[in-house]
């Protein structure tokens, strides 16, 4: 047995083909000077998202759609303004893959209840025979109550290790290797450390970001969330764009207020990931 940290990493997020909206909009008559500035100064996600968005009415500048005689010519305005209106399917067409590491299945089963807009792959313990135990132990526990989870992680690990001794693996085929790991599974707590890619849509992503750093939301996810919220300041900066720690939380949350206006991080997070929950603090009600 040993103990792990879990690790957010962010590898993969929308990006845009600049070239081939710039022929839709062309042929939309909605090649404007606002939009030439979207494809050149924007996020491919900002990007995106405002042009699927102003396709809807043929917002792209004045004189477009005869029916507008005035558009907001700032993206952060114009999201503003569709984020009011409880518009939020705009921000579907976009989205991002975080590789999620050494996190618990106890996090995994309450990450696989948000479904829509998401894409999952996670480590099969019907295939991955383990080999070392890895778990990851929550900072407040005192010392007798971490003796006493290691010692009963430990005894866990022993038993398994001692039945897959009773197969001869080298004899097996893959079908039987598969259904002897699944049956050894069967003893190992959900506390095991496993390995996630979780790919979302950002509509979805303010939504769980909210849902997972409430105060109300397990200690784990909860940290890790807090990272993916910082990887979100960067990603889309005109929608997503301000977030805070938090002093709220079961724990004692060591970080308060450590996100500037510029959304630059004013103090040095702890090492064990104390930093508390994110909280939204300009965002718009109504992003449904």
């Known amino acids: ?71 907001r010519t700032d993206s952060k305005e ?3 303004n569709t984020l009011s209106k409880g518009d939020g399917s705009i921000f579907e067409h976009a ?24 894409a999952i792959s996670q480590e099969s313990m019907r295939y991955v025979r383990i080999t070392d135990l890895g778990m990851w132990l929550p900072d407040e526990l005192s010392v007798e ?49 496993t390995n996630i890619v979780w790919t979302t849509n950002h509509r979805n992503l303010r939504h769980v970001l909210e849902m997972r750093t409430d105060p109300a939301a397990e200690i784990e996810i909860r940290m890790v969330f807090d990272e993916v919220g910082k990887n979100c300041q960067e990603l889309v900066a005109k929608y997503i764009s301000r977030f805070r720690a938090t002093s709220t939380g079961r724990w004692p949350w060591l970080v308060e207020g450590c996100i500037t206006e510029e959304g630059m991080s004013t103090v040095d997070h702890p090492a064990h990931y104390n930093t508390g929950p994110m909280e939204v603090i300009d965002l718009i009600e109504g992003f449904a």
């Open 1 to 71: 047995m040993h103990e792990v940290r879990p690790k957010v990493l962010k590898i993969a997020e929308t990006t845009i083909n600049a070239g081939s909206i710039r022929a839709m909009l062309e042929d939309l008559d909605g090649m404007t000077e606002h939009m030439d500035t979207v494809l050149q100064g924007s996020s491919s996600a900002e990007a995106i998202t405002e042009v699927a968005g102003r396709i809807c009415y043929r917002s792209y500048g004045v004189g477009v759609n005869p029916n507008i005689t005035k558009v």
């Open 78 to 80: 114009y999201f503003a």
């Open 95 to 118: 989205s991002v893959t975080f590789a999620f590491l050494n996190v618990s299945r106890i996090l995994t089963h309450e990450l696989v209840r948000h479904r829509v807009g998401v």
């Open 145 to 193: 109550q971490r003796m006493l989870m290691r010692m009963a992680i430990q005894d866990a690990e022993h038993n398994y290790q001692k039945i897959e001794k009773t197969f001869d693996w080298n004899k097996m085929t893959m079908t039987q290797k598969k259904a002897a790991t699944s049956a050894l599974r069967r003893i190992i707590p959900d506390g095991i450390a």
